[in-house]
T-cell receptor, first 113, second 118 residues
């Protein structure tokens, strides 16, 4: 079983829809939870990160962590065609070196105009 | 600032050939990383260098070697390429050190090298 599981999609929604992307994990030591966005043929870039449980909002994006269920989500409101990309969840623990990040396999998202 | 740069962008090798992937960063970061990305597998860490002068194995180090040439540069070498090493390779860097209670050492990624081994 992988430490981090992510539905690969693809997910296709109309412009303006609310998008929900999710990951589950098995390691209870994870403390930092990240979402990276990767456009086609580009490197990943950090979108948001959350420490421990709770919600974090940044514009149209909301990251949510439920440590009791080992479940994290990324919500995109008022989705735009420019949001079309692959979204990778990632996580690491406080006690590990910052180098040891575990990535999900990514969900490919397409926003239809 | 260029951020993280990688060369080459594309490469085709025959089985058994060797090559070195180059990576450089201009952000004065202490830590650097090499990942490979395969369909359905996400990003997997090959090797990393927590600071200049140190290197450590990641999740999938077999068939690779690395050199942290100086603080800016971190190279990845394939001594005898195999078709299983066909992948997209990403270099990344971060300020380094242990993550604090409320801070996070963001990793910045390069544009990638697409490698095909025939």
């Amino acid at each position: 079983q992988k430490e981090v599981e992510q539905d690969p999609g693809p997910l296709s929604v109309p412009e303006g829809a609310i998008v929900s992307l999710n990951c589950t994990y098995s390691n209870s030591a994870f403390q930092y939870f990240m979402w990276y966005r990767q456009y086609s043929r580009k490197g990943p870039e950090l979108l948001m990160y959350t420490y421990s449980s709770g919600n974090k909002e940044d514009g149209r994006f909301t990251a949510q962590v439920d440590k009791s269920s080992k479940y994290i989500s990324l919500f995109i409101r008022d989705s735009q065609p420019s949001d079309s990309a692959t979204y990778l969840c990632a996580m690491t623990s406080y006690y590990s070196s910052a180098s040891k990040i575990i990535f999900g396999s990514g969900t490919r998202l397409s926003i239809r105009p | 600032n260029a951020g993280v740069t990688q060369t080459p962008k594309f490469q085709v090798l025959k089985t058994g050939q060797s090559m070195t992937l180059q990576c450089a960063q201009d952000m004065n970061h202490n830590s650097m990383y090499w990942y490979r990305q395969d369909p359905g597998m996400g990003l997997r860490l090959i090797y990393y260098s927590a600071s200049e002068g140190t290197t450590d194995k990641g999740e999938v180090p077999n068939g690779y070697n690395v050199s942290r040439l100086n603080k800016r540069e971190f190279s990845l070498r394939l001594e005898s390429a195999a078709p299983s090493q066909t992948s997209v390779y990403f270099c990344a860097s971060s300020p380094g050190g242990l993550a604090g209670l409320s801070s996070y050492n963001e990793q910045f990624f390069g544009p990638g090298t697409r490698l095909t081994v025939l």
